[in-house]
């Protein structure tokens, strides 16, 4: 691989701002439940166009295409599975139009979700197969413009590999991160400790690996101090929900306001993250409070994750208390409390 953009960012910018969330925005722009949000780089290319500027005005360095859903077994749920090409390609050009205008550098990560299905021995697709699918996938967003893959919300290591195998193959830097939304892991048991040695063995090694998505602000911020300590020299991604998920009748609300989520990047920056943003619920305007804390903030004193709770709320992850507590930050800040 000739390029490297994410590195090349964090020499001139030393922590970077993904953007924030896809389909709670494209819901605000008119997307109704059950409708593919990949099918809208087609039938509604304005609104893509629109949820890329506004991210990009916010001051976004990185934005992900509207491809999330993009695999042929996804696209087949809405009887789009001969379109794969076509739509991610259409994804990534749009990101790319809108990127090349910002009057400064923005990369455009090629979004890459998990495909729906199980691997053998659990499911009926092979580990070929699933490489395969994220190939045909990750070709029309390199043909787009996509600078690299940003593999993402994923449970299984096993289909993290192989989406990393796809980049590979196809010639395109990539990025994984995992959704850790299970008594502090993955559903597939994955713990945050362990996501570094996912990609070990490949041809290529990752950019970056992290978390996304989950269950709220202070339990990514847990799993962040457990994948630092891992392994600290690691460019680490958190891109977490907007606080807590609360449903108000039939909708999906999240509590977290500009406010809080400022106070998780400056958070995030302190336990070592190196590219942060938002997932589910993070909105423009949270976004742009993101931008104005990273770019105010100096780094200071790791976090325990007793002091995160205290300023961004409880874990939600019952077991993740019991998992992350017992880091080596809590043990040295309970020793000096006895002191």
Known sequence: MTTNPID????????????????????????EAGEAPELLNDTAPDKI??????????????????????????????????????????????????????????????????????????????????????????????????????IETMSAPDEIRAAAEAAIRVGLPYTYTGSFDTAGRTMMGLLPKDIHGVADGLAEAPLGVGANCGVGASDILASLLDMTEAKPEATVIVKGNCGIPEFRGAEIHYSGTPELMADYVRLAVDGGARIIGGCCGTSFAHLAAMRQALDA???????????????IGPLRNKQASANTAETSDARRERRRARV
């Open 8 to 31: 090349a960012l964090l020499a001139e910018k030393g922590v970077l701002l993904a953007d924030g969330a896809t389909g709670t925005n494209l819901f605000a722009m008119g997307l």
């Open 49 to 150: 166009t629109a949820l890329h500027q506004n991210f990009v005005d916010a001051g976004a360095d990185i934005i992900l295409t509207n491809s999330f859903g993009g695999t042929r077994h996804r696209l087949k749920l809405h009887h789009a599975q001969d379109r794969v090409h076509e739509l991610n390609k259409r994804a990534a050009e749009i990101a790319r139009a809108v990127a090349d205008k910002a009057g400064r550098k923005v990369i455009v990560a090629g979004s890459v979700g998990p495909t729906g299905e199980l691997l053998v021995p659990l499911g009926a697709m092979t580990y070929e197969e699933a490489v395969d699918a994220f190939a045909d996938q990750i070709e029309g967003l390199k043909a787009g413009g996509a600078e690299v893959a940003w």
């Open 297 to 311: 903030h100096k780094k200071a004193e790791r976090p325990t994750v007793e002091a995160i709770v205290s300023r």
